[in-house]
């Protein structure tokens, strides 16, 4: 039986007899015009297992699941078996399941354009409103490219943002920002590195995807949303932002050995942060509850530095149902569950995620701690200009686009090559990338 | 005093020179011994150390030899939060059923190609040592297939058996089993005892030094390895301490206090036996007579 | 009978290494992004491999990490096994030193030297600047990159070929050497003379054994490196590696080149083998 049928017929009902129904099925009490499964439904499922497969970036996302989980199993009387998997082998072990034919039910995705043709056309089981639930313009890269069904959800959003050491800005005399342009940014930090004695001034995640916030705020982007490369028409403004990091690096008043003697292996310097040796820390919100947990100081995410726009860089993470599944319904409907109002909204309060539904958006997550810091990256990701979400147009590429950046970056860094060079490049290579595409 | 009864009063072992120690030679190979020994063990001990420290301690610059502060809480901490136990009786299931596997099936490879002299032996025997050579990321996805059409993913058994048939092991205790005189066989055979049985009780007690190094070397490798169970273990109940460790070191925010004292607790037990069996472990290496 | 006996570490060894090579062996002339769906390509792969200049340089830091390697390993471990013969105070002890790092894993290892090797914060270049040296960036110079890595390497594997030798010093006739040493030889002329020809097998073993690990070595540079400064340390498995595990994945590229790794290997150890056998016959 299809929910969407269901829902047709149990709109009017749940909205009018909102409680009692709610508690004759035994379901959560907190939203209202949820989907609801029949008693059919329930019964087919019942001891019926179905297999997540997930990653976390903190303890508290895993609590936290681990506790939804258990609410769904209540509720459905199906079960769910977690597996949880090393963020570094994510898509490696997905590969792997899938071609054994082990796929799992429902997975927490890094790159769901890898997993396009292994993806459940949600709209089958959800309804094709089922989009709208989501902010707009998020469910770009988990949209079918020819279909364009829906075939998962954006589970969080993540917003690149600058980190600062507020007890060291304060014992330097440096005022905490509000707003501020990279030249003012580089200035402050290197400001209280002298003051301080602080080995570096600044560092930001190894990490192309971070370096494109940089690039965005001069104005410069590599692919829009028409699956064109657009670094050519921004080549100075991509050069300079590239120069005003790896300058910092070259000069080893950012963390140079960090970056270039890891290789290709990812490296954040949250550890540099965590030991004071660093007042600014260019990373991202998802690092806001291990910042929390490990900082012996004050600190605080500020605005991102604005040049010709503000704002962020957007990324996230997203969740998919498998069509190989044994138990579709049953795993889109606990995709549902995942990404339902009250569970989204506990998952951020508990992870400091930023939501990616509408209405938690417009409602705003209330964060028992560090609201302020989760403040300055919900109004960034407002402020986020739209070209930003423009690489999201080709999700298999992505990966390989922002590795690129990151490892021209890395001979510019070496001084093997200039910043106009890596940019050139790095133009060649997405010309070369897109140029697969087409094949 | 003859030059004899001088080298019977030297040490039980062949110094060629057969006079007493001498002076310059013994003090340089001290010192070269010296300095090899700190090379080894400093980086070690160090190691060990920093696992005892705080993020703050490990960042400081320049570093500090001993921890400000010992941060037992990385250990607490790895071992609560990380399921430490769970992990641990893994690794020492899946080391001890695979070496038990491994030495009986690895001799009784080893016990046919010594002593039988069968169609195809020396073909099947260069093919086991050719295998030694293959990359196992080649063929890591392929084994994984296979595995996974037995039905053996996620179990202990798919961890265990498919690394079992090592080269090495077979080449060792051939080379050793080569050494057993046939007519110990011979007169067994005679006497009416059956193959099995003479394998069994005859041969395999015989190759006690050879059946301890292959056992040291499967132990060693199974406790360490994680490429394999990290792609066969594909739910949290069955990781080995190593996979845990790669977990830990692959997050995102990599805790890497607590990745250090995961990583001391588990050379432990390797370090406690191997201090244990040193003695049969060299012995058994040399008299295997790797020649 | 016999194949009774063969036949259970026979039949683990055919499904589990022969059959998954064979199909290795296969996905090398086909082109994989997924390890499902397979395109063949026929020798696409191979000429790939030989036109890609990353390629060149990837064999090129392959080819200097196992000569360096192999020459200054084999070479150590004589004079290691040969030292602690000679010792008779505490010979107990330094061999059980010498076999300690076998023990560690290499994830264990690259951590260490991570550690140790940090151009900051490492001790060793606290030490170096204690005794007025530099402060080298031994992981993120590339030359020197290269550098810690041989030497990570051969200090993990040093005290394994070591006790080898000393297992094979072990087997020679004492007799001998007594002779020798009654006609008034030298230490240094029974070495060369005596010892290190009647050593000659077990050396030819360590070279063998050296030569394949040489090639092998990924786990720890990786963990080290993770295959920098710029690429100075990215040797043929992590080639491999990078091409089935990580993004893009092109699993047939990958095997192909899993292909030649193994018949570099094979040729060197039959080279080996040969040239051994050939100087015994003489």
């Excluded at chain 1, 030249?183 to 004695?197: E, F, M, P, S």
Aim: proline residues 5%.
């Amino acid at each position: 039986m299809k929910i969407q049928t269901l829902r047709s017929k149990l709109a009017i009902a749940v909205s009018l007899a909102l409680t009692a129904g709610l508690v004759a099925t035994g379901l959560p009490s907190a939203q209202a015009a949820g989907l609801q499964p029949t008693a059919a439904q329930l019964a087919a499922w019942k001891g019926k297992e179905i297999t997540y497969y997930f990653y976390n970036d903190s303890q508290a996302e895993l609590d936290t699941t681990k506790a939804q989980i258990a609410d769904f199993e209540k509720l459905t009387g199906a079960k769910v078996k977690l597996d949880v998997i090393p963020f570094t082998s994510l898509d490696t072990q997905l590969q792997a399941r899938l071609a054994a034919g082990n796929a799992p039910d429902v997975g927490r995705l890094n790159n769901p354009g890898l997993y396009i043709k292994d993806s459940l056309d949600l709209e089958k089981y959800l309804g094709r409103k089922y989009a709208a639930e989501f902010l707009k313009g998020s469910t770009l890269q988990v949209t079918h490219p020819t279909t364009k069904k829906l075939i998962g959800v954006p589970y969080d959003l993540t917003v690149n943002g600058p980190f600062i050491n507020v007890d060291m800005f304060k014992k330097a005399g440096v005022a905490v920002p509000t707003s501020w342009n990279w030249a003012q940014l580089i200035a402050a930090g290197k400001a209280v590195q002298k003051a301080t004695g602080s080995e570096y001034a600044f560092a930001i995640d190894k990490s192309g995807h971070r370096v494109s916030t940089a690039m965005s705020h001069f104005g410069a982007f590599m692919v829009d949303k028409n699956q064109r490369n657009v670094l050519p028409t921004s080549k100075f403004r991509a050069e300079k932002a590239v120069k005003l990091i790896t300058d910092l690096y070259k000069a080893d008043q950012a963390p140079r050995d960090l970056w270039i003697g890891t290789g290709t292996k990812y490296s954040s310097p949250t550890a540099i942060f965590l030991a004071q040796q660093t007042p600014i820390f260019f990373s991202g919100n998802w690092q806001v509850a291990a910042l929390a947990k490990d900082a012996k100081f004050d600190f605080a995410a500020v605005p991102n530095p604005k040049e010709l726009n503000g704002g962020g860089w957007p990324g996230g993470k997203f969740l998919t149902a498998f069509n190989a599944s044994k138990n579709p319904d049953l795993a889109a409907y606990f995709l549902y569950f995942l990404a339902d109002t009250a569970q989204m909204e506990q998952m951020d309060k508990n992870a400091f995620w930023l939501p990616t539904r509408a209405d938690l958006v417009a409602k705003g997550v209330k964060y028992a701690t560090r609201a302020a810091d989760m403040d300055v990256f919900q109004a960034d990701a407002g402020k986020t200009p739209a070209a930003a979400y423009g690489i999201q147009s080709v999700p298999t590429l992505t990966g390989l686009i922002y590795n690129k950046l990151r490892d021209l970056m890395t001979e510019v860094m070496a001084g093997k090559i200039t910043a106009k060079q890596a940019i050139q490049t790095q133009s060649d290579f997405i010309d070369a990338q897109l140029a697969t595409l087409k094949k | 005093m003859s030059k004899l009864q001088e080298r019977a009063s030297a040490n039980k072992w062949s110094s060629i020179s057969g006079k007493k120690p001498p002076s310059t030679g013994a003090i340089v190979r001290t010192t070269f011994l010296l300095v090899m020994t700190f090379i080894i063990l400093a980086p070690v001990i160090w190691f060990v150390l920093s696992s005892f420290k705080d993020a703050t301690d490990l960042g400081a610059r320049p570093p500090k030899i001993l921890p400000t502060r010992w941060a037992f809480e990385n250990y607490t901490e790895a071992f609560q939060m990380y399921n430490y136990k769970r992990y641990f009786m893994n690794s020492v299931i899946v080391t001890s059923v695979a070496t038990l596997l491994t030495l009986l099936i690895n001799s009784m490879a080893a016990y046919a190609f010594a002593k039988y002299n069968f169609r195809g032996r020396d073909g099947l025997f260069v093919m086991t040592l050719a295998m030694i050579m293959i990359p196992l990321q080649v063929i890591l996805i392929p084994i994984y297939l296979v595995v996974s059409s037995l039905g053996l993913v996620n179990t202990y058994w798919g961890m265990i058996i498919p690394a079992a048939a090592t080269p090495t092991g077979v080449f060792i205790l051939r080379q050793y089993m080569l050494t057993i005189p046939d007519e110990l066989i011979e007169a067994a055979r005679i006497d009416g005892a059956g193959e099995f049985r003479i394998f069994a009780r005859i041969v395999l007690p015989l190759c006690r030094p050879a059946l301890a190094v292959v056992a040291i070397f499967s132990i060693l490798w199974r406790w360490n390895d994680f490429i394999w169970p990290l792609l066969i273990a594909q739910k949290e109940e069955l990781y080995t301490l190593p996979v845990a460790l790669a977990l830990l070191n692959g997050q995102l925010v990599v805790p890497y206090n607590i990745v250090l004292a995961m990583s001391v607790m588990s050379i432990i037990p390797v370090l406690f036996m191997f201090v244990f069996m040193q003695r049969q472990i060299i012995q058994g290496i040399a008299q295997t007579g790797i020649k | 009978m016999p194949y009774l006996f063969v036949a259970p570490n026979m039949f683990i060894f055919i499904t589990f290494i022969i059959w998954p090579a064979i199909r290795g062996f296969q996905i090398s002339f086909f082109d994989s992004i997924d390890g499902r769906t397979f395109t063949p390509v026929g020798t696409g792969n191979y000429r790939a491999i030989f036109g890609d200049p990353t390629v060149a340089e990837v064999a090129k830091n392959t080819a200097t990490y196992v000569i360096f390697y192999v020459i200054i390993s084999t070479l150590l471990s004589i004079a290691f096994a040969l030292i602690v013969n000679e010792q008779v105070f505490a010979k107990g002890f330094f061999r059980a030193i010498l076999f300690l790092p076998v023990m560690l894993s290499p994830i264990v290892v690259g951590l260490i030297w991570n550690d140790v090797l940090d151009r900051k914060v490492g001790p060793l270049n606290s030490l170096l600047q204690a005794l007025g040296g530099g402060s080298p960036g031994w992981l993120v110079e590339p030359k020197l990159g290269m550098i810690a890595v041989i030497f990570v390497g051969v200090w993990v594997h040093l005290g394994f070929y070591s006790i080898i030798l000393l297992a094979g010093l072990q087997g020679i006739d004492r007799s001998l050497l007594e002779a020798a040493a009654m006609d008034g030889a030298t230490r240094a002329q029974i070495i060369r003379t005596i010892i290190l020809p009647l050593l000659k097998p077990t050396t030819l073993v360590i070279l063998i054994l050296a030569t394949i690990h040489g090639f092998q070595s990924f786990d720890f540079i990786y963990t080290l490196t993770g295959g920098g400064p710029l690429g100075a340390t990215t040797l043929i498995v992590q080639y491999i590696y990078d091409r089935a595990f990580q993004t893009p994945i092109q699993y047939g590229l990958g095997s192909a080149a899993g292909v030649i790794l193994f018949m570099i290997i094979f040729a060197f150890t039959a080279l080996n083998f040969l040239l051994g056998r050939k100087r015994d016959a003489i």
